[in-house]
């Protein structure tokens, strides 16, 4: 047998090989664990943890969920010489020790236990809360005392107050919205009256006999949101935790209560689930560090779309004309040049762009001509989804122009002469034979736009994101679609979550879960434009007869 | 030399009425010079042949006559194409009306990614035609007169291009033909097809000349011999010889076109 010699390797062209196949088993490997990473933080966070419970060495007892445990680092010394570890608890309790997580030396502890009857309480506000119940009281009178005696008072309790939980949120997000539309929209009536100078005092008499009608209403409405609210503040609990503490709340403030220490496997699943929709569908809590995501993913998803309107009509109609119609010559080249530069400049140009032209320019002269009634109140002079939306797709449009152009390329000559040769004008053939031909080409250009405008945030900051928004652009008053209104996103609560927080720590896991939904709406929205561009191609490509 | 098909029309050219007459064609692309002083008659109702080496001007010519040179930028023409006696290249031509009434047919099957009812449709189409009685009726006559028909009435709304080579071409000759053209031009049409399929082009072709002039580019001299009424011979853009197939592969008076014919050089 021939000895391995380096030259033969390197003559053989083996190397060449090795080294691309390197290149590309690399850059899998990034994404992969890119992905392993964010999926395994994400998803984690819906799983409902056991609460362990440690006696230290000087007699403390601290009980929490495990978060993570490392070496501490510096501790290095002859009878530790891996070093000494410790371990992160999330202690919850922030109205008792004003801090979520604590850290826990592990030579500190003495004991290790899993309490079967701790009760996890998830809270409205302060976060959760892990302990024993001591006592529940109606008003003066105890209904219970002890863990397994509240227990059986509480969850029947709990289903109650969350009914009249639903009930205030129907009220204040449909009952009452509904009202302050009307009432505005009275107001804005009014004040245009003013603006015209037709003073017809019989008009505003009728407006304000309307408003005031309204503000009836209203007070019928407010009035049973305050009973309501008082009746959640009947149920009082007062709760111990591990270190003897004990904090007294109104049961109305609970969100949910559950045994994490005593739930089989199959409980926990169907908890799992349920913490997952519950993401996916509520509205954002405590600085938007817990709760759920869904006006993020809804203002997400809808941002993409009215993008995808704009940019491509847009951008085909550019990229036909550069491909179809102009003469070519040195000023094409240049403008392709340029089209393809604009590609490259950093997004948040665009941003001060659409802050300077669709915000102030436009929007403040949309506002003039016919929102002046509510001025000095911008309505379309401000960022909102409508100037977001079209600030991306203006981003995007050269990914557009420069797809359909080549898929224009692709379409054979033949295609084209033949339609000509049937008697069909230059506009006629490429309507109906040329571009349905370039049909995939286009939705590529589609695809590489969605996927770069979903995960932008820079230049949304500038033209319309928020961290909160009140209400969705799409609601039950006409016209339905708002395209004016401050919206959420999901890039942006990613940086709003993690870095705009006051309690970093707790919002750790709503930023992988933010992330991970994020890649999965970029993947979704994928999937839909592949899987028209796949109908679109096996229509045209001939295998189905 | 004619085997096996109907013997072509054995008629002198100045016989039949001219569909076209070339006056003194020179065509240009950019600088080069496509065609020299071309001039020829090409009757009604005949088929008309070009044969030559490649590059000889041949597909050109074919193209000037419906005017899809002038898709290629920096071309040129000089001279007269007369089509019933009316220049073609007059300012006042309307270039849309001309091709429908000469209709082309190419050397690479073209049918567009459509299904086989909406590729014959699609001239009378584009001429306004939305009955859809009226459409169905072209559709049929427009195959059947290609040949077609038989072989693909159960499955008009499978896609075109799920039919083998010979089928789609015919589609393309039926896909002209629904425009009810005077003249059908063909540029090698059976260059990629088998046998068989040319066979039956080619007898196709014997129908189709009863009721409208074609005229067929081909590299295939026994095609030219086999279904063609007049051959021109081309070389290097000139046309060298113009007269009955007969006359052309029996007894050709220029002694290129009989280097070229009997295998010489090409």
């Known amino acids: 047998m021939s000895k391995f010699s380096i030259k033969k390797f390197h003559d053989s062209g083996s190397l060449f090989i090795w080294l691309c196949g390197g290149a590309l088993g690399l850059s899998l490997l990034m994404i992969g664990g890119l992905l392993v990473l964010i ?30 445990t490392e070496t501490i680092p510096g501790s290095e010394s002859s009878a530790h010489p891996k070093g000494k570890e410790r371990i992160q608890l999330k202690v919850g309790n922030r109205d008792l020790y004003g801090l979520d997580f604590r850290w826990v030396d592990r030579t500190d502890i003495m004991k290790e236990q899993y309490p079967s009857d701790v009760l996890a309480f998830e809270r409205w506000e302060w976060g959760n809360f892990y302990g024993w119940i001591k006592e529940i009281q109606e008003g003066e009178t105890r209904l219970a005392a002890g863990n397994q005696e509240g227990m059986k008072v509480l969850f029947p309790l709990l289903e109650r107050t969350n009914g009249i939980q639903e009930r205030i949120h129907t009220i204040e997000h449909d009952e009452i919205a509904e009202l302050n539309h009307r009432l505005e929209q009275a107001r804005l009536r009014l004040r245009s009256l003013e603006l015209s100078g037709q003073s017809r005092s019989g008009d505003r008499a009728t407006i304000q006999a309307h408003m005031q009608e309204v503000e009836a209403l209203y007070e019928v409405q407010n009035t049973a949101r305050i009973a309501l609210y008082d009746e959640l503040d009947r149920f009082r609990m007062t709760v111990v935790d591990a270190a003897g503490e004990e904090q007294t709340f109104p049961v109305g403030t609970l969100v949910k209560v559950w045994l994490p220490n005593s739930m089989g496997v199959g409980e926990k699943l169907h908890m799992y689930v349920q913490n997952f929709w519950r993401v996916l569908s509520e509205e954002p809590r405590e600085a938007n560090t817990e709760g759920g995501i869904f006006p993020a993913i809804f203002g997400t998803v809808l941002m993409v779309v009215i993008m995808s309107i704009a940019v491509v009509p847009f951008g085909v109609l550019a990229a036909v004309y550069l491909k179809e119609y102009a003469k070519q010559g040195v000023v094409t080249r240049m403008i392709r040049i340029a089209v393809n530069n604009l590609a490259g ?7 001060v762009f659409g802050l300077g032209f669709f915000i102030y320019a436009v929007g403040g002269t949309l506002d003039q001509l016919f929102f002046a009634e509510a001025l000095p109140n911008p309505t379309f002079g401000t960022g909102g989804i409508l100037w977001a939306s079209l600030t991306l797709a203006l981003m995007t449009v050269p990914v557009v122009i420069v797809a359909t152009e080549e898929g224009l390329s692709a379409v054979p000559r033949e295609y084209r002469e033949g339609s000509l040769a049937l008697g069909a004008t230059k506009l006629e053939s490429l309507w109906r034979v040329v571009l349905p031909c370039a049909m995939p080409g286009i939705l590529t250009g589609l695809i590489l736009a969605v996927s770069r405008a979903t995960g932008e945030v820079a230049p949304l900051m500038l033209t319309g994101v928020v961290k909160l928004a009140p209400s969705l652009p799409v609601d039950g008053f006409f016209p339905f679609v708002h395209l004016d209104r401050k919206f959420m996103h999901l890039g942006f609560h990613i940086f709003d979550v993690g870095f705009q927080s006051p309690n970093v720590e707790a919002a750790k896991p709503m930023v992988y879960v933010t992330t991970f939904i994020l890649v ?9 434009a592949i899987a028209l561009r796949t109908r679109m191609r096996r229509r045209y490509a001939g295998s189905s007869v | 030399m004619n085997q096996g098909h109907t013997e072509p029309t054995s008629e002198p050219v100045a016989d039949s009425q001219p569909k076209f007459v070339i006056r003194d064609m020179n065509f240009f692309y950019g600088t080069v010079q496509a065609l020299t002083k071309v001039s020829m008659p090409i009757p009604a109702n005949r088929v008309t042949a070009f044969i030559g080496p490649s590059g000889c001007g041949k597909s050109t010519l074919l193209r000037c006559l419906n005017r899809l040179n002038d898709l290629v930028d920096g071309s040129r023409i000089e001279g007269t194409v007369l089509l019933e006696g009316k220049d073609i290249y007059d300012p006042g031509v309307d270039v849309t009306d001309l091709r429908t009434r000469v209709g082309m047919v190419f050397q690479k099957v073209n049918p567009f990614p459509k299904s086989i009812w909406q590729n014959v449709a699609y001239g009378p189409q584009l001429q306004n035609v939305r009955k859809r009685a009226t459409l169905d009726e072209v559709v049929e006559q427009s195959l059947c007169r290609a040949g077609l028909w038989e072989e693909v ?3 008009l709304h499978g896609s075109a291009l799920g039919l083998s080579g010979g089928q789609q071409q015919r589609l393309c000759i039926a896909r002209a033909l629904a425009v009810n053209p005077d003249v059908l031009l063909l540029d090698e049409p059976c260059s990629a097809l088998d046998p068989i399929s040319t066979g039956r082009i080619e007898e196709l072709l014997h129908v189709l000349k009863e009721r409208l002039t074609v005229v067929i580019v081909t590299h295939n001299m026994q095609q030219a011999a086999r279904v063609s009424d007049l051959t021109g011979f081309f070389l290097l853009g000139e046309l060298i010889e113009y007269d009955d197939t007969k006359t052309i592969f029996t007894n050709p008076t220029d002694s290129r076109t009989e280097d070229y014919i009997t295998g010489r050089f090409g």
């Open chain 1, 520 to 528: 999965l709406v970029v993947l979704m929205l994928n999937m839909a």
């Open chain 1, 345 to 351: 400049v950093p997004s948040i140009v665009f941003g």
């Open chain 2, 153 to 155: 009435k159960d499955r």
């Open chain 1, 39 to 68: 999926i395994i933080n994400g998803m984690g966070y819906f799983w409902p943890k056991d609460l362990i419970q440690f006696t230290l060495k000087d007699g403390r007892v601290v009980l929490g969920e495990w978060v993570a």
